[in-house]
């Protein structure tokens, strides 16, 4: 009901609400430890799933072919500027060497 309670029933509520937040605490204590292995269970997966991706296996030399088309300058506010090829590097560290090993991008 929207009524409130009475003054003898107010031991009695916070009573079941102790006696439910314990329960909750003891559950969350229970499943925290699977949780935590679920957790790093899913990172791990994440990493080794990575580790297939077909642009691993892509040969420096492609990639060198995909940044000398690739084009370094942007519009902003009406005029071009020109971005250096090294920020291809900034994708990661096969990108960046890669980048920073071929002359035509330079």
């Known amino acids: 009901s929207n009524e409130p309670p009475l003054d003898a029933e107010l031991p009695l509520i916070r009573d079941f609400i102790a006696q439910e937040q314990s329960t909750l605490d003891d559950l969350n204590a229970r499943i925290e430890q699977p949780v935590s292995r679920?957790?790093?269970t899913v990172e791990s997966i994440g990493?080794?799933?990575?580790?297939?991706?077909?642009a691993r296996r892509v040969p420096a030399d492609v990639w060198r072919e995909i940044f000398s088309l690739l084009s370094f300058t942007r519009k902003?506010?009406?005029r071009e500027i020109s971005y250096p090829p090294w920020r291809l590097g900034h994708i990661c560290r096969f990108w960046r060497e890669v980048a920073s090993s071929s002359p035509l991008l330079w």
């Open 47 to 54: 990493r080794h799933v990575a580790v297939l991706s077909p």
């Open 38 to 40: 679920r957790d790093s």
């Open 76 to 78: 902003v506010r009406g």
